[in-house]
């Protein structure tokens, strides 16, 4: 037989055993040597099986005792047995050769691919037995040990089956064995921990024989996945007495069921607790919690073997009984979460807190999506999610600074990521939607998800106001602000989706949503009070972003949907947006010009832009009737407040721009479809009448205070962002009052506005004049081909206006001497460009080109204009190219002959200069010499300096 083959090579491992030396490699070199051993034993089954077997399924269990690795497993144990048990030899030698005979049977375990239920079960409980606090009675200065008959197994001649039942036995014995007191060996135990880890890495063989893996095999599937259930649940078991009996020290009671858990350590079930954790050395403590990793690997690759298992059930079975995870199993995952997340309580080496972070999130990946298989499982049995999270909120935020030449390189960001990964439980792939997220009860933590309880402690930090915790924010203000960055940057990683596929909502609830909302607002608010910038790094500028994108990311799944998961995000959405819209109008009603008015303008706004179409329907149809409102109040007052009404004006600008924005969004991101109806077309027609009515009252030029800036402001909002085709022929004839108005503003004589040059309000009032006429004119000609009749009529006044403003772009000034102004009617033809279509473009463009041609050749009369001021038609093309978007720098280069091109601008710029053209006046220039308008020639060129000299006096030095 097979066994008798290998038993030779057993036989020289355990002389090798007992041989009284010192040699320390000598049980390394054991180790490698049965690893090398068991993986050849395995390759030459996987060779057998992969051939037909005509044996019987008796032959097979027979020779499954020595030719498997786990007969030869059962047989190495037996053989090693005896060097558990030796009598009247000296201490230290007893303890080398059992840790000599453990290594050997690391190497076979870690040279096994794969082991069965029985004999995993029997090698682990001897393995957990080894990991005890070794009790040795000294009698007669005999040292007696337990009868070797109760330490190993004679697997000669068995089946597994038989194996099986005796190392059971061998375990009750030994856990009656008297007890006393002695130094434990830890040389021993920790060998043992290591032989655990590999044990429980190892792979389940559910078929052990050689004919039940044929593909024909007959063994049932149920009776298979019953295996696989009771496999995952033995590692479970394992682990977790391995680690709580290396805990034990001599003085503590071996009894499995009674500990007390020590200070900062928390007893997990019956007798579960990690008390002397602590006690043991760093290396120690990492090799229980590689024990702890070993169990989750074995775990893992079960359960992708079980589901391969499942995919064999027939479809009715599936129906019948589905995936339920049996209580049992639930059970010990839940004990075996618990005792992780505890060996954290008091954890201080950098190392070790890296390897258990890690860890807990492995468990996070690997046990928790397993409770979310079964529907509503009992919540007895839930993953120990609120455990977790305190075993590991002390640690947040991490303040780590490695010491200096630190030979580790653990650093603060691995940490941090470390400790975010199981605060956001990355990887753990479940659905954690339940309907009991929809009860009210949001103040009960006991069930809360990880998820939410991570938000709240983020929110601490970004809201401390909120919350009465043992936080304590930052001294310094900067220190404050970065601190609330990194809070809303914590927040966004685990709140906001980390792909196009993830969803967000299931882990949260309406409550928290509320809470949520209101601390951003109110985070927000004081951020805008105290932030000194308004660029887009400020932390009010962030907290818009992230608030806009949460509410995005709501709306995403889908709002008005029949599904059950749809519909709790519905009410997520509702909480977030409506609470939040309801509580900052009020704001806007009462006093938009004060500090709480603008904040609340810039969030609702903001959370209008980027926050899906629902969104900003929401925040418009709340917020516009509300400003509409307060400015009719103020309508017929002679006592109105201006600073009020401009800031209402201003408000509903905001808003109209954040509709633009949201369907042009919307439009990219669905192939050009369009929102039907327009979500302004409620109000459009009332905005502009109420603008209007501010605008007209200036009364010729001399009102343009704040309150007319802002109608200007508003009115080019409503014609970039509104559907004009609803309009009524009032409405038009307001818009055409308007743009008629501002139109004989901008097309006054050059030199009165150069005049008018270091007058700041004036500035601002002709470019608001200018943005609004260029915004029409991109509005009227981009949608030329509509027919409304309204639509028409905006085409007609655009094409009536842009010649004016074509002709007034290339005349230069009469008497002013400066050459560059602020030319209103250059920023009209550039705001059209870069607002409308390219169909706009090529209208202005060519015509603005073919002026400058004009010019150069002569064709037109410029003599009234000093000599200097003929460039006006290229200096506005060239404002155009730089200002009118890439339309037009695109048409500039691709328009063709016949047509002017710009290569004719740079024919008639290199042609000498004609001397008639230097006369000024009745005077002439004295004679010069014929050159060219732009120089040309080599003298010109720019070459790129030698280096010669600079070579050839470096090594002359």
């Known amino acids: 037989m097979e066994s008798k083959k290998l038993q030779p090579s057993f036989q020289a491992w355990f002389d090798a055993c007992l041989v009284h030396d010192e040699n320390a490699d000598l049980a390394q070199r054991l180790r490698q040597e049965a690893k090398k051993h068991f993986e050849s034993l395995c390759q030459s089954s996987e060779d057998k099986v992969s051939s037909p077997s005509k044996s019987s399924v008796e032959e097979d269990l027979s020779n499954a005792s020595s030719s498997t690795s786990n007969g030869a497993i059962a047989l190495l144990v037996s053989i090693l047995g005896p060097a558990f048990s030796q009598h009247n030899v000296p201490i230290n030698h007893k303890l080398t050769a059992r840790v000599r005979a453990v290594y050997c049977l690391i190497g076979a375990l870690e040279g096994s691919s794969s082991l ?130 290396r805990c034990e020290s001599n003085d503590s009671s071996n009894d499995y069921n ?64 589905g995936y339920i995870v049996p209580v049992t199993l639930l059970k010990e995952m839940s004990k075996f979460a618990s005792l992780a997340s505890s060996c954290l309580h008091g954890e201080t080496d950098p190392r070790c807190l890296l390897q258990l972070l890690r860890l807990l999130n492995k468990v996070q990946q690997t046990i928790l999506p397993l409770f979310f298989r079964t529907p509503e499982n009992d919540s007895r049995f839930r993953f120990p999610s609120v455990e977790v999270f305190d075993a590991v909120a002390p640690y947040y935020p991490i303040q780590f600074t490695p010491p200096k030449n630190d030979p580790h390189g653990i650093t603060r960001k691995m940490l941090q990521d470390a400790l975010m990964a199981v605060l956001c439980e990355r990887g753990a792939m479940y659905s954690g939607y339940s309907t009991k997220a929809e009860e009210p009860n949001g103040d009960d933590n006991e069930n809360a998800s990880m998820t939410e ?151 609702l706004a903001a959370l209008a832009a980027e926050g899906g179409i629902p969104t900003l329907r929401k925040v418009l149809d709340v917020s516009l009737p509300r400003l509409l409102d307060l400015l009719s109040k103020h309508d017929d007052s002679t006592s109105a407040d201006d600073e009020k009404m401009a800031a209402a004006i201003r408000a509903i600008a905001a808003f109209m721009s954040s509709c633009y924005v949201a369907l042009n969004k919307w439009e990219r991101d669905n192939k050009g479809v369009q929102v039907h109806p327009h979500p302004l077309s409620r109000y459009i027609s009332q905005i502009l009448r109420k603008v209007a009515t501010v605008l007209k009252g200036i009364h010729g030029k001399g009102n343009d205070g704040p309150l007319t800036l802002a109608a200007a402001g508003a009115f080019e909002s409503a014609l970039t962002a509104a559907d004009l085709t609803g309009l009524e022929e009032e409405d038009m004839d307001v818009i055409e009052e308007v743009l008629d108005l501002m139109a004989a503003v901008l097309l006054e004589k050059v030199d009165v506005n150069a005049q008018r040059d270091d007058d700041n309000v004036q500035k601002k009032w002709g470019k608001a004049c200018a943005r609004a006429l260029g915004a029409a004119i991109s509005t009227g000609l981009h949608r030329s081909e509509d027919l409304p009749t309204c639509v028409g009529r905006l ?87 730089r200002c009118g978007g890439p339309n037009v720098g695109n048409i500039f280069h691709c328009v063709s002959s016949p047509a002017t091109t710009p290569l004719d601008v740079i024919n008639e710029l290199c042609l000498p200069l004609d001397q008639e053209s230097l006369q000024v006046g009745k005077e002439t220039a004295p004679p010069k010499q014929v050159t060219r308008q732009l120089p040309v020639g080599m003298s010109h060129l720019q070459l790129p300096d030698s280096l010669a000299k600079d070579e050839e006096m470096k090594n002359a030095t």
């Open 453 to 603: 309880l991570s938000a709240r402690m983020f929110l601490e930090r970004l809201d401390p106001s909120k919350f009465t915790s043992d936080y304590e924010p930052p001294s310094s203000p900067e220190s404050a602000e970065e601190d609330k960055m990194e809070a809303l940057r914590d927040l966004s990683i685990l709140l906001l989706p980390r792909s196009s596929t993830s969803t967000i909502g299931s882990h949260i609830t309406v409550v928290f949503v509320s809470e949520l909302s209101s601390s951003l607002a109110r985070a927000h608010e004081e951020a805008v009070s105290s932030d000194k910038t308004t660029d887009a790094n400020s932390l009010a500028s962030k907290v818009r972003k992230f608030a806009s994108s949460f509410a995005y990311n709501l709306v995403s799944v889908g709002v008005g949907n029949g599904n059950v998961k749809v519909l709790h995000n519905t009410r997520l959405w509702e909480a977030f947006v409506s609470d939040a819209t309801r509580k900052l109008v009020s704001n806007l009603s009462t006093s938009p010009q004060s500090m709480h008015g603008r904040s609340s303008t810039a969030y």
């Open 795 to 881: 085409e007609s006044l655009s094409q009536s206006l842009l010649p004016k403003f074509l002709a007034s772009s290339t005349a230069g000034p009469v008497c002013s001497s400066k050459a560059h102004l602020e030319r209103y009617d250059w920023m009209v033809l550039a705001g059209a460009c870069a607002n409308g279509s390219t169909s706009v473009s090529e209208q202005i463009v060519p015509s603005l080109l073919s002026s400058a041609i004009d010019v150069l050749q002569k064709k037109v009369d410029v003599g009234e204009c000093s000599p200097k001021f003929q460039c006006f038609p290229l200096m506005a093309l060239a404002y155009l190219i």
């Open 116 to 245: 069965t239920y029985g004999v995993r079960q029997g090698v682990g409980n001897f393995l957990t037995e080894l990991c005890r606090a070794e009790t040795i009675e000294q009698v007669n200065s005999d040292e007696i040990m337990i009868d070797s008959s109760n330490t190993y197994v004679d697997g000669a001649n068995l089946t597994p089956e038989e194996i099986t039942q005796q190392l059971e036995a061998m375990d009750k014995a030994q856990q009656q064995r008297p007890k006393g007191s002695s130094q434990p060996d830890d040389n021993v135990r920790d060998c043992a921990i290591l032989g655990l880890s590999a044990l429980l890495h190892s792979s389940l063989d559910v078929f052990p024989t050689q004919q039940s893996q044929l593909p024909k095999s007959t063994c049932p599937v149920e009776e298979a996945i019953g295996v696989v259930y009771q496999s995952m649940e033995l590692r479970m078991e394992l682990a977790m007495q391995g680690l709580t009996y």
């Open 258 to 321: 009674s500990f007390n858990a020590g200070a900062g350590y928390e007893t997990i079930g019956p007798g579960l607790n990690v008390e002397g954790l602590s006690q043991l050395q760093r290396v120690k403590r990492s090799l229980c919690f590689k024990l702890l990793e070993g169990a989750l690997d074995g775990l893992k690759a079960d359960n992708l073997q079980l589901e391969q298992l499942i995919q064999q059930q027939s479809s009715k079975i599936k129906e019948d009984t």
